[in-house]
């Protein structure tokens, strides 16, 4: 008679076992909600680590490797959620509630804060001209109303790609709305639109995730020898070739190799992304406000002379710093800030639209599938969750704080 070890499970069952499973209606995916805080993390470090490169080379490679993936992973996972938005109302409503409101909002009062630390005292509140992080507010609503025509074309992954190489070749496509930025970085956003459930799970197997450790370890080799060699901007997305003072023919030809170096090592940050509940998992739902106020503290830091002290420069204070951008943005993610902004973040603006024929809000009938929830935050009209924040209702439309 033989006898099964009830605790023996292969690897290929244990990996299936691991995959997410069908969620009801409602319930957030803990996955992208690690990915986006994880992300947003990295995001705030990285600036915390802009002033500190002069002089470092070790922390110029750290930080070409995290701006050659961070925002990408963002954009990636907006497009996936972004897949089921279709110009209804309600859709319509969370893009201007969710997008267009919180763009305005900070691009004054970031206009306001460089006037006020005397970074350029004599700029004008522009509306077209996005300043420090509202690039991303403005680029996503142009995404977001291009969706549904990239559902519809026959190729809609090359034809962004050759519209991305298109911009680098051409210095006059100008600030407004940073609109060099929005289309150099398009392919990734409609790259997640064509993601399945199915290629996320790819991604994170056991043998991508080994794999991941050497490819970041490659790229951080590649990025301390290419630090004295070439500039990090190319992963900006937001200069033409000329403007790098390189050949025309370099604008394409490095929207390629950008594209593909960025899309590994997305792989890899996903691939070491937990996939269950962990401590800072409700956190993933307040990216938004993490991302637009920890602004107004990296910039206010040059201001207040927080990178003077000699100390600052050395590996102590690189990691000193690393760490206090690392809480400071985890903090500004938590319930409690996201109560006191959300009337600015998350306004309901019911006043703002006409009710159907029953005499219901245009956007009453629709499933909230979090459309503005632009890096992170919990967006639409939605219940209010055990920590007092909005949970969604629906599955599809959430771009970096949708579960």
């Known amino acids: 008679m033989s006898h099964r070890h009830p605790t023996a499970v292969s690897p290929a069952r244990r990996e299936r076992t691991e995959q997410p499973t069908a969620r009801p209606a409602g319930q957030r995916d803990a996955f992208f909600d690690n990915a986006k805080y994880l992300a947003i993390v990295l995001v705030a470090v990285g600036h915390a680590w802009e002033p500190l490169r002069d002089g470092s080379r070790a922390v110029s490679a750290l930080y070409m490797v995290v701006y050659a993936f961070h925002m990408p992973a963002f954009i990636v ?3 996936y959620f972004s897949r089921s938005f279709d110009a209804a109302p309600g859709r319509i409503r969370r893009l201007v509630t969710g997008l267009a409101v919180p763009y305005v909002v900070f691009e004054t009062a970031y206009t306001l804060f460089t006037r006020w630390t005397d970074q350029e005292p004599d700029r004008p509140v522009s509306l077209l001209d996005p300043l420090y992080l509202t690039w991303f507010l403005a680029a996503l609503f142009v995404w977001r109303l291009t969706t549904p025509m990239w559902r519809h074309v026959r190729w809609p992954l090359p034809l962004a790609l050759l519209v991305a190489m298109l911009a680098t070749l051409s210095p006059s496509v100008g600030n407004d709305l940073d609109l060099q930025r929005t289309l150099q970085f398009l392919p990734y956003f409609v790259l997640g639109l064509l993601l399945k459930p199915e290629h996320f799970h790819q991604v994170r197997r056991r043998a991508v995730r080994i794999l991941a450790v050497p490819v970041f370890a490659g790229a951080l080799a590649v990025a301390y020898w ?3 060699r070439m500039t990090g901007a190319w992963f900006y997305h937001r200069d033409s070739a000329e403007e790098l003072a390189a050949p025309s023919w370099y604008g394409p030809v490095m929207t390629l190799v950008t594209f593909g170096c960025s899309l590994v090592l997305v792989a890899c940050f996903l691939a070491w992304v937990p996939g269950r509940r962990a401590w800072f998992t409700m956190l993933g739902a307040g990216t938004l406000y993490g991302y637009l106020l920890h602004g107004f503290v990296a910039q206010g830091s040059k201001f207040w002379g927080w990178y003077e002290p000699a100390w600052v420069h050395r590996p102590v204070g690189v990691l000193v710093v690393t760490v206090v951008a690392a809480v400071l943005v985890t903090a500004l993610c938590t319930p409690p800030v ?3 902004f ?4 998350e306004p309901e603006m019911a006043w703002a639209f006409r009710r159907d024929a029953g005499g219901r809000r245009l956007a009453a009938s629709q499933p909230d599938d979090n459309e503005g929830d632009v890096v992170g935050r919990s967006a639409g009209d939605a ?3 055990q920590q007092g924040v ?9 771009v970096l704080g949708q579960r």
């Open 77 to 79: 996972i907006s497009g």
């Open 226 to 228: 290419a630090v004295p």
């Open 338 to 340: 996201r109560r006191v």
């Open 342 to 345: 959300r009337r600015v973040m």
């Open 383 to 385: 219940e209010v969750g």
């Open 390 to 398: 909005r949970q969604p209702a629906g599955g599809e439309g959430a």
